[in-house]
């Protein structure tokens, strides 16, 4: 966990880059989901997903530490990768990304578009993480892992701006890829001294987390595809899993169907695009729509980086 003055501090080198997003009340999202919902719009950012936060940070906190290391690497599905593709660019360094193969066409290109050496590799993102720790010995780079403290605490200031904005919320949806985004929402609730539930939200079709939350120990699986890329995780980080386990209420799995709705009801209710990862927060408010009723409910839209034909067939064909 970290100290409020910690997160605050983390919050002003992401604040010399970009301004906070906004939390809007959207009354046709009230209405759909039978309570008081706040959007956390961090498909608003300069990236369109809240990674941002974390590389910024994370590449501050690095050059400080390291300033002669000749370039860093990473893996992603391709939010992180830009991130860290924008922040290394800041700091004049190369930065080498991983992908799976057939991962989302318009996400690579922003990562090149932004000075990243796009390798592809693998057949998921758990597949191409290893291999980039692979090339980070081979090529003698700075290995970026997917779970660090340092991106959470970069990642924590949406939370930061979002419990500050409206610190009664009754329960905060979260999505859970690698896990920095719930434990900086975590950390955030506790600092402030609020009582808010954190409730992680994950893929059927990836439910590692929910897996390790239930038995209190890290679970892989042995697949994770799904239309969330976001959140296609296969092996639990220990390290974020303990801040899970102390931190949140519960975690919801939501199917591929419930998470292509809850894209359409994005677009048709305050006309935003809302990636997979995004639109499962949304997605799990639905499921539990009765257990809500009433109460004053976040929702973290995490990102809106979805693939143009993509998103075009789950809002013409609903599948």
Known sequence: MFELAEIESAARIVYRFMLPTPQIRWPLLCRRAGCEVWVKHENHTPIGAFKVRGGLVYLDRLRQERPQIPGVISATRGNHGQSVALAAGRH?????????????????????????ELVEHGEDFDEAYAYAKKLAEERSLHMILAFHPWLVLGVASYSLEFLRAIPDLDTVYVPIGQGSGICGMISVRDALGLKTNIVGVVAAAAPAYALSFAQRRAVPT???????????????????????????????????????????????????????????????????????????????????????????RILSTGS
């Open 92 to 116: 004049g360094l190369k930065a080498t990304i991983v992908v799976p193969r057939g991962n989302s066409r318009e996400k690579n290109r922003a990562m090149e578009a932004l000075g990243a």
């Open 222 to 312: 042995d697949s994770a595809v799904t239309v969330a890329d976001g959140v296609a995780c296969r092996i639990p980080d220990p390290a974020a899993l303990e801040m899970i386990l102390e931190g949140a209420e519960r975690i919801v799995t939501v199917s591929e169907e419930e998470i292509k709705e809850a894209m359409r009801h994005y677009f048709t209710d305050t006309h935003n695009v809302a990636e997979g990862a995004g639109a499962a927060p949304l997605a799990a408010l639905l499921k539990e729509r009765d257990r809500m009723a009433g109460r004053k409910v976040g929702l973290v839209l995490s990102g809106g980086n979805v693939d143009r034909e993509v998103f075009a």
